[in-house]
């Protein structure tokens, strides 16, 4: 089977086309996510030149569940959808490293990854699409590595196999190599080669342990005394105060001792740091997000004629709580405020022939007081 010649395939779009510009896109992508203006910046150029057909350079992402790395690449993935144009750059595949390490095991390192992209441009395209273009289609696609941290080399100090095999499986397809896959019986069955030159990999996860291991590494190992206090004013008082940013101290060392080997980390251009979401950010997710459990709590107190809404005051108190679990981010809105509207959403109709139900802090205070009953 013929393959386009790679030249054949780069897209260059006008320079005057303002709309792919890294200012640009990242202004599409931060109107979805949240409190990650840097992420989002740091992903709308390595996009801008994939759009362009240039090398874009792989990107992983560090960050604690729930600081919106999967909803970035959700949004990457929708914007390049809904642009015609873009089209033939809007296959994206989600796949968690776990699957890779299996498939590695296997002995078909990579092959699941190339199958699952000829699936999604089979879809995208059509069931009737020649099956030259789909393969176009998926060689120049997106493959979203979810959970990438749980494919460390070492675990406990001992080498982990699993995660070695798993590394070694990515390596092989973000190094430009050809890879041997069997096709599906859709597409005639067979073996070819696949070209996987142009997959761009965006690697994420939370690492967990990652930051006490540098924090450590700072405040008592080998870079003791490095972290100086900064003076800080705060509602008119002045006092010293020790900041600990992981950013500013994250080295390649520490990732090659947590366990991604120096081969496979430096097949990522771009490592991006997600940070913790604040109070604010919190709030703005609660209240906006198409898919927040208040947004979606509402739809469902409209079906059943009610009107729900929540005091300024309420929804910060709700905001703050969930701050208080850094290691859940925006997903422990949802924990917090099921405590809150639980008991309404349980008879919506409670409220008799009054159509509103409004929350204050009092009813926010009550409900985080009490015992959370749910397993």
Known sequence: MTQPDRADR??????????LTPVALADALGRSVVGQRRAVEEMSIALAKKLAGLPAGNVLLIGSSGTGKTTLMRTVETFLSERPELARRSTQ?????????????????GAGVIR???????????????????IERARDGIVFVDEIDKIRSVVGGEPHLTGIRAQEALLTLMENASVPVTLPDWAGGGRMAFD???????????????????HDRVTLGSDRGALQPTTVVEDGTVHQEVRFQLSDWLR????????????????????????????DDLVHIFLESPDSGFRQSQAYFEHHGRELALSPAA???IAEEAASRPRLGARALKEVF????????????????????????PEV???????????
């Open 252 to 279: 390649s060392e520490d990732l090659f001792q947590y366990g991604m080997s120096p081969q496979f980390l430096s097949r990522f251009d771009s490592v991006i740091l997600l940070h913790d979401l604040t109070v």
């Open 338 to 361: 099921r405590r809150v509207v639980r008991d309404h959403e349980f008879d919506p109709t409670a409220a008799g022939g009054d159509t509103a139900i409004v929350i204050d802090l």
């Open 315 to 317: 929804v910060r108190r």
């Open 93 to 109: 595949i989600r796949v968690h490293a776990n699957v890779l390490a299996e498939e590695a095991e296997s002995g078909r390192p």
């Open 116 to 134: 699952r992209l000829l699936e999604r441009g089979r879809e995208q395209l059509g069931l009737d699409a020649p099956v030259e273009r789909i």
């Open 10 to 19: 780069l897209y260059n779009p006008s320079v005057h086309d303002a709309s």
């Open 196 to 214: 996987a030159a142009d997959l761009w990999f965006v690697g994420a996860g939370a690492f967990e342990g990652l930051y006490d291991a540098v």
């Open 365 to 375: 205070e009550a409900a985080l007081a009490a015992p959370d009953e749910s397993p």
